[in-house]
């Protein structure tokens, strides 16, 4: 009889389940991404959402909101990653988490930096937006999605760590809260429309489910790489120095 150690039906479920979550947040990702450019579906309310925003502008609001955004900027943000995920490898002498939380900020980056390129949509106007401006393209929000990866997958470690349902809806509660929060300072501020910010969030569910999915492959991987590493420094020829 197999022991648990050797059951494969644990992994084999968070393999589903990571599949099944990279599915969802790429289909409603393609979703999106097609409203806006047949300018249909969600993207119809791009312009209102905007409008309604810039009405309800008041100081205060604006401030806290500059806040907010200034710190979930991308090169804020990803210092505090590096430096949360060495404490969390030399606090519980594991590497694990800090390879998936900081694999999984660099695949955000890369997917936010590549997909702004590729589909070059232009940012509201400059005139609606509260200093300094932003020029470069605006699909998908990379304040957006950096905020929302981070937090989803924090709380997934949180939660293989303790595996109990309060864990995951807390974990999810901030998740969604924080996220929110991100998304709604960017679109006050007139960085963003509505449809760039529910496209950050649709990838970080997909980055979310590659990590579910490369979870329990990741001693495997590591172990490869290792060899690999050790084989081509052993086969490099030796250098001879004359003196």
Known sequence: MPTARSDPRPHARQTAAGIATLVVGLLAFAAVLDGVDEHSDLSV???????????????????????????????????????????????????????????????????????????????????????????????????????????????YLLWTWRPTRSTAVVGLAVSAVGTIAVATSRLYLGYHWLTDVTASMALAVAIVGVVVVVDPLLPTLVRWSTMIVVRRRSSAPSVTVVS
């Open 45 to 155: 309310w791009d312009s209102p959402v905007l409008t309604w925003l810039l009405s309800h502008r008041s100081a205060p609001a604006t401030t806290v909101l500059q806040a907010v955004s200034w710190l979930t900027d991308p090169t804020v943000l990803a210092p505090v990653v590096i430096v949360l995920a060495l404490g969390i490898a030399w606090r519980t002498r594991r590497v694990r988490p800090a390879l998936l939380l900081g694999g999984a900020m660099a695949l955000a980056v890369v997917a936010a930096s590549g997909i702004k390129v590729l589909v070059g949509r232009a940012r509201p106007p400059l005139a609606v937006m509260v200093a300094p401006p932003e020029t470069n393209p605006g699909f998908p929000s990379g304040h957006t999605l950096g905020t929302a990866t981070f937090l989803l997958v924090a709380s």
